[in-house]
């Protein structure tokens, strides 16, 4: 059989050996693995199928055959049982480290994956649940309110949907191949419009791609436009990622285009979220190749390393915005962020036209012909092409968009909108200009709150590579701890490359202090759950979004700018992946 073929020991071999060999296993915590009980694993499953599990050991090559064949995509050993506890206990060792601040984050590799098990049922190469068991027992022993799943996984993770839909405590999101149910597992509660049932109501998100060939640009707009806005109103105090890679370049699988470092992307936007407590579990991935690579990435950004620039990013293709607003659209009513979709209100910063400020080299590259001038800005300012490319962020936020010219006098009146805004243009801005260098400026008087401030520094270090210069104009900051310093200074320039260390004193109600712990990779503070924006906010994100949507492709959430017809998917040599 094809999956006998593809779920093989090697998958865990191979990962493991990639992070031995890139050093970043040297740079890692490694936590004893134990089985789980039979208590841990009655969370979530019923104590029948327990206990059919636990007669395979002794089982027969037929009688192993005959009892696979019971399930849906499953094949067992007689190690399986043995194997199936330990990866679920690897997982709860995880949850425990993390949740008593033993360590800050963490990657189970695990073996055999968990996501398509059910109550009482095998699926999909999976025995037992290993995430919904590990969120479970989050809550039980932790007494955890709220649990993020994600799961980027590309087939749909049913089972955990299934132990879920009903609980407002867990939010459930899953990324998956669809094709219309024609794709594995061809359940109609895999498309969008399963939103969960009863007090779950809302609490289930099903992304279904329905053609194959998505690729980084699809995978960001999903977390830009849909998860993330989400995440944020939903505040978790745990973030579980179901880590399936088969939804990478050149999986069997999956089918899809994007690469190995999108998953560095995709980590990093999750670790501001709960505290940084980020555990993520090892689902599939079937290409061996893309799959270590995949997991390199993945604990690389867990480490706190910069990401990588992201690959090929460009329009999201039709097939994707259809999704995207399929989900938005099934969500408005039982998420304030996703309110207004049908009206596609969406952000308020406004974006400045800005290049770093040097002396040009003669390696710069020539900027193209609309980029040279700009003319004035406020009838005053002119800006040239300087060299490497800058996102600037000031007081409340200017952005150079490069192609529009729009000044910001005021920002978001409250927390919601300011978040709204960054999910809803900032990022997706930030990503498509690909900037050199990250340039934030917060003068006195900001009306940006730390927590933000802190969030917003955290989540840009995803651009430029970690390229970060921070200018901070303070009234009075006693530095005299620092060697170079002897006095206090009206203002402090921070030039941040994720690696200079500062020893501040007396700045802790500055915005300082703050601004160098999520520089030097602390994760900010949880916002709590928010609630809607103003209307007024909201109106003008919206307005100054459509204006951006012709030059801008990632602010797209509808397809209201898409060409005609589908971006063919980019097509990539695995092999040639370093």
């Known amino acids: 059989l094809f999956f006998a073929l593809v779920e093989v020991p090697e998958r865990l071999t191979v990962s493991y050996e990639a992070l ?22 009655l969370l979530i ?76 049922a095998a699926c999909g190469f999976c025995t037992f649940n290993n995430v919904a068991i590990a969120a479970q027992y989050a ?68 992304v279904p791609w329905n053609k194959v060939g998505m690729t980084n640009s699809d995978f960001l707009s999903v977390f830009c436009h849909v998860l993330l806005p989400v995440a944020y109103e939903f505040c978790p105090e745990l ?7 088969d939804s990478g370049i050149g999986d069997p699988e999956g089918e899809m285009c994007a690469t190995p470092d999108i998953f560095a992307h995709l980590t990093h936007l999750l670790m501001n979220l709960a505290g940084g407590k980020v555990c993520a579990v090892l689902e599939g991935g079937y290409n061996l190749t893309s799959l270590s690579q995949s997991v390199c990435q993945t604990v690389q950004t867990l480490l706190g390393d910069p990401n990588p620039r992201p690959e090929n990013l460009r329009s999201p293709c039709q097939s994707a915005l259809e999704s995207i607003h399929c989900v938005r659209w099934a969500h408005r009513r039982y998420w304030s962020c996703l309110g207004h979709a049908v009206l596609n209100h969406v952000t308020c910063f406004f974006c400045l036209f800005f290049q770093l400020i040097c002396p040009p080299s003669k390696s710069a590259p020539s900027p193209p012909d ?66 050199s260098l990250v340039l934030l400026v917060r003068m006195p008087g900001s009306e940006v709150s730390d927590g933000v401030w802190q ?23 006693n530095l005299a ?17 994720l690696s200079f ?40 994100m919206e307005r100054l979004r459509r204006k951006l949507l012709a030059d801008w492709t990632l602010l797209q959430t509808t397809g209201e700018h898409t060409a005609s017809g589908s971006i063919p998917a980019t097509s990539i040599n695995i092999e040639s992946i370093d």
């Not at 973030?239 to 890679?245: I, K």
């Not at 840009?460 to 901070?472: D, F, N, R």
């Not at 701890?481 to 490359?497: D, F, G, K, M, P």
Request: with cysteine.
């Open 481 to 497: 701890s620092c060697s170079s310093c002897s006095s206090a200074y009206s203002q402090l320039v921070i030039c941040v490359l």
């Open 370 to 435: 609309h980029q040279k001038k700009r003319g004035k800005a406020h009838g005053k300012t002119k800006w040239r092409w300087f060299g490497p490319r800058v996102f600037l962020i000031l007081k409340n936020i200017c952005l150079h968009a490069g192609k529009t010219v729009v000044f910001v006098p005021q920002g978001c009146a409250d927390v919601s909108g300011v978040i709204q805004a960054v999910f809803g243009l900032l990022l997706p801005l930030g990503y498509e200009f690909d900037p």
């Open 20 to 41: 031995v060999r890139s050093g970043l296993a040297d740079h890692c915590v490694s936590i004893p693995v134990r089985e789980a009980t039979e208590e841990e694993i």
């Open 139 to 206: 809550k039980q022993k932790y007494g955890l309110k709220r649990v993020l799943i994600v799961d980027w996984d590309i087939h749909h993770g049913q089972g955990v949907q299934y132990c879920f839909e009903d609980d407002p405590s867990v939010l459930y999101f899953s990324w998956h191949r669809y094709e219309h149910s024609i794709f594995w597992p061809h359940l109609p509660e895999s498309d969008y419009d399963a939103v969960g049932k009863d007090k779950g109501v809302g609490f289930n998100i099903n």
């Open 455 to 477: 969030q917003l520094t955290g989540l840009l270090q995803c651009l430029a590579q970690g390229h970060v210069l921070v200018l901070i104009q303070v009234k009075r900051l």
């Open 45 to 120: 499953h019923s104590e029948e199928y327990l206990e059919k599990v636990k007669k395979t050991p002794h089982m027969s090559v037929q009688e192993l055959k005959d009892f696979a064949l019971q399930f849906n995509a499953v094949y067992f050993h007689p190690n399986s049982y043995h194997c199936a506890k330990l990866a679920v206990g690897a997982a709860l060792q995880l949850v425990d480290h993390v949740l008593m601040g033993k360590v800050r984050n963490g990657m189970a590799l695990v073996r055999p994956p968990g996501h398509h098990s059910m109550r009482d």
């Open 239 to 245: 973030v579980l990622v179901s880590a399936g890679y």
């Open 501 to 540: 260390r500062f020893d501040f004193q007396e700045c802790e109600k500055s915005c300082v202090s703050p601004t160098a712990c999520s520089l030097l990779g602390e994760p900010a503070p949880p916002l709590g759950q928010l609630q809607a924006p103003l209307p007024q906010d909201v109106e003008d």
